[in-house]
Structure formats: C-alpha cells, structure tokens
C-alpha cells in the first residue's frame, strides 16, 4: 500500500494500538493468576509453616516479574485483517477497509476504484476512536492486588505448628555463624603466614647471639673494663629482644613439666612428646596429629553409612577435647583453644544435613589455622629458648671477668651457645674450689662434691602462693632517746627478710630476663652482707 499514504497510517497506528491494548490485557490477566498463586502459597507458608522465610516483602517484585514473562509468552500479534475489520466496525465502513486489506490478493477491475475510496476515508478516521484504551481500570486492578499481597506479608502471623520454622531459623544461624568463623579464620591464618615468613625477628635475635658469641671469643685478659662494657652491650642488645619476644605463658611453657595429672594414661604419653617437641622448637608430631585428624574429616563427609558417620564424628570430638585440654592446661595458648574450640563447634554443626558441606570446610580450615598457631609457638619458643641461654651464658661470663678478666682463647673449641655456657660453668666451678675462703678452717677434703645426675629424684616445680608485699602498719609508736641495737638489727632484718621475699617471688611472675636475676639478687645480698659487717651481733662486744 505504498501507494495509498493516507490509508497504510492508519493501518499501521490501529495495529499499533491493538497490541498495545492486547498486552496490557494479558499483563493484567496473567498478574491477577500469579498474584492469586502468590498468596495461596504465602497462607500456606505461615499457616502452616512450610517454606519460611521465603514471602517478604521483596518478593513481592517476583509476582510483575512473572507477569511480564509469561505475557509476552502467550501473546498473540494482531493480523492487518483484525485490525480492517475493527475500523469497518466503528466507521460503519461495510468492509471496505477489510477489501482494501486483501485487496492485493484479490482479482477484477475495480481495485482503483475501490483505493481510491478507501484512501479516502481513511483520513477522516481516527484510531484512537477505533481501539480506545481504558488503562485506569487496569491499573486499578494492579493497585488492589498488589495491595492485598503488601498486606498479607506484612500481617498474616508466622505460625510454626509442625517446627519447621524453628529448625530454619537455627540452620540459617548456623550458615551465618560458619561464614563469620571461616572469615575470621582466613584473617587469623594470613595474619600468621605473615609473621612466619618474615622471620626479620627470629633472624635479629640470631644475629645477636652471634655477636655475643664472637664478643666471647674476642676477650683480651688484659682488658677488663673493655671486656665489661662489651658483655654489658651484648646484654643490652639481648635483653631488648628478649623483652620484644617475651611472654609469660611461652616462658611458663617452655620450663615447666607436664601436668601429667590432667590426662589420661593413654593420652599422657602422646601429650609428653608434645611438649617435649615444643620445648625443642618442632611441632611435627602436633601436625601430623591434626592431618590424620583432617583426613578422618575427608572420610566422614564421603561415607554413606550415618551409623559410620557418627562414629567418626565422635572420635574427631574426643582428639580435639583433647588438644583443647592440651592448649589451655599447657601452653596456655588462647588463640590457638580458639581454633580448636571453632573446629568443634564446626564439627557439631556438620550434623545439620544442609549445610554440612560448608561446615566439614570450615572445620578443616580451623586445623589448619591450629597448625599455623602451633608453628608460631614453636618458632618463638625456640627463639625464647635460645635468648635465654645466651643471657644465662652472658651472666656467668660477667661473673668470671669480674674477678679474674676472661680470656678468649679458651673459647676456640666451642661451636654454639651450650659449649659457651658449659665451659664457664665449668671456670665457674673451677675458681670456687679454688677460692681463699673465708671463716674456721673445716675438716672436709675440699675440692667439689662429686654429683650423679643420673638418679631419679621426686623434685617437682613449684611456686610459693605467699604475699608478694610487706603487710600494712598498723600501729606505730616513737619516743626519743638511745635505740637497743640489738632490737633494731633484728627489725631492720626483718623487713629486709620481707623485700627478699616479695622480689622472688616478683621475679617468678614478671617476665625478668635470666641474665638480670642474678645482679637483683646479687643487690640484695652485698646489702645483708652490709649489714652484717656494720652491726653487731648480741654476742659481740661493744667498744
């Protein structure tokens, strides 16, 4: 109809305006069906507590949604014969317009004629009067629909008579409990990885063990004053680290026995090597723990026996009670119970059957934080361990250069820390048996007491609970006049009785580095000494 401008518009805006009046109707139809399915299934999820937590308000976007799609799905176009024969209808055109539609199909003589016509009366009619389109109505019809779904979620109560809502509600808990662990176990574990492999602090402390070892190495026995303010360095570079690294729990952990008491006899054996593994800096056997430990994970989540399931389920939550007990009573590490305390509860919450893949997971990334935990301990005990010995080494060679000034030649033979150590303990033990003396002359053969260190003794570690500090005055009274020297002796002996007492036992529980302890007690004896020499005894004459 390119030839009949005037005719193929209308054509066209009539066509246009069918489908859109006969969209909007099947929009209307099929929004009206999904929003009718909508709540019968919003009544049936809190009625009767099936499918919780599916119908909130959100949701609500899912009812146009489906409307739109299924619409476009089972629209049908409208054809340019409809759309003739609805203008013939309202221009009581007699089937003009529908003969002008076929009119190209159509055979005989009269087709100009008839084109002409219709050409013509296609310019007087107008195609809204031909396809009106009423869209309040429909509009209205969405409004109340959507209005009685908004409604019916945000009022119908949430019943639970069969305990489904229960037991989603506690799984969705669970979900969100293990994404915010495995987050938080994915932190603590980078966070370590860090640290270990920098190692910048290991290797300072290394390097300043090696400097006291060539400062050993380096004494002149004609230098004293040199030879003092060289170990009073070392000591200053080594107390630094030490105090950088230092830890009361690591230090606690790296002297103490096994409290044997607090396990089984069978897993007292397992628990001894250990800690005898963590005193020596190497956690294999802890490891290989926790991977056999993953592995039984590995078969829990691939069996298919639930009886089988249980079991294994049991056993992983007897080890890692075990290991938990271990880490508190021992090493006294809280980062790492809390690993294994994750782990755990992760293990528990694999029962839950739709979310026990997730769970399984996290729990073997809780071992592996464990591992990581453990290596960190290990790693700084041994680098404890090596500092305090080297402080222990340097207070003994202090001690020797202060009355006789060392002589580094002595050192050639000696390869680490311990050799440094046994050969001053050595000089040490040599100068005593060789020393003046002092008092009445005893009826022993002299020399050093011969010692078998191969015999079992029943010595066991422990600390005094006594007071730290001097208790409080509570009366005091003074008058004037001569004091009794014997009677303020034995109170001035007294309170410093009291001070010996209280630093003792503060250097038990402050983490005081070895090469300090002896000079602190070192004071305290030069000032009783002090006080022997300067006040006499009873027994003594007066001049």
């Known amino acids: 109809m390119s030839n009949l401008p005037a005719l193929d518009k209308l054509f066209r805006r009539v066509l246009h305006r069918m489908r859109i009046v006969a969209l909007s109707r099947s929009v209307r139809i099929v929004f009206l069906v999904c929003g009718g399915l909508y709540l019968v299934a919003l009544l049936t999820s809190r009625l009767a507590g099936v499918m919780p937590g599916w119908f909130l308000p959100e949701t609500l976007l899912v009812v146009p949604a489906a409307a739109i799609v299924f619409a476009l799905l089972v629209f049908r176009r409208p054809t340019v014969s409809e759309a003739a024969r609805r203008i013939d209808q309202q221009s009581n055109a007699k089937d003009l317009f529908l003969t002008l539609a076929t009119l190209d199909n159509a055979a005989g003589d009269n087709k100009p004629l008839v084109s002409r016509d219709g050409e013509a009366r296609a310019k007087s009619v107008q195609p809204v009067s031909v396809v009106p389109y009423r869209w309040e109505r429909s509009l209205a019809h969405l409004a109340v629909m959507i209005g009685v779904l908004l409604a019916a979620v945000l009022w119908i109560p949430q019943l639970d008579p069969f305990g489904h809502v229960a037991a989603a509600q506690a799984t969705d808990h669970l979900r969100e409990q293990l994404a915010d662990e495995r987050r938080a176990t994915a932190a603590r574990t980078e966070q370590i990885r860090r640290e270990l492999d920098d190692g910048s602090r290991s290797e300072a402390a290394a390097r300043a063990i090696d400097e006291l070892a060539t400062s050993f190495r380096e004494m002149k026995p004609t230098k004293k004053k040199q030879n003092f303010e060289r170990l009073a360095s070392s000591r200053q570079n080594l107390g630094s680290h030490w105090k950088a690294l230092s830890d009361h729990d690591l230090l606690k952990m790296i002297n103490r026995q096994l409290s044997t008491q607090r396990f089984g006899a069978g897993h007292r054996t397992e628990a001894e090597k250990w800690m005898k593994e963590l005193q020596e800096g190497s956690t294999d056997s802890l490891e290989k723990h926790l991977s056999e430990m993953q592995q039984a994970l590995q078969r829990m989540n691939a069996a298919t026996d639930p009886a089988e399931k249980r079991r294994i389920a049991g056993e992983l939550k007897r080890k890692l009670q075990d290991l938990q007990q ?174 010996r007492q209280g630093y003792s036992e503060a250097i038990d529980q402050e983490n005081i580095p070895p090469g300090y302890v002896d000079g602190i007690r070192n004071y305290f004896d030069t000032i009783e000494d002090a006080l022997a020499d300067e006040v006499p005894t009873a027994d003594e004459p007066t001049e």
């Open 326 to 499: 271990f880490a508190r009573s021992e090493l006294s590490s809280q980062q790492l119970v809390a690993a294994l305390e994750r782990a755990t509860r992760q293990l528990e919450a694999a029962e839950n059957g739709e979310i026990s893949q997730a769970a399984l997971q996290a729990a073997m990334e809780s071992m592996d934080l464990a591992k990581a935990e453990l290596q960190e301990i290990s790693r700084n005990a041994a680098d404890m361990k090596a500092l305090s010995e080297a402080l222990e080494a340097l207070q003994i060679a202090a001690e020797l250069n202060e009355s006789d000034p060392l002589d580094g030649s002595q050192c050639e033979g000696c390869q680490s820390m311990a050799d440094y150590m046994e050969l001053y303990r050595m000089m040490m033990a040599g100068r005593s048996a060789e020393g003046p003396g002092g008092g009445d002359r005893g009826q022993g053969r002299g020399g050093i007491a011969p010692e078998d260190d191969t015999l079992a003794t029943d010595y066991e570690r422990r600390k005094s609970r006594s007071q730290i500090i001097a208790g409080k005055v509570l009366l005091s009274l003074k008058e004037q006049g001569m004091s009794d020297t014997g009677e303020a002796r034995k109170e001035y002996r007294d309170q410093l009785g009291r001070v």
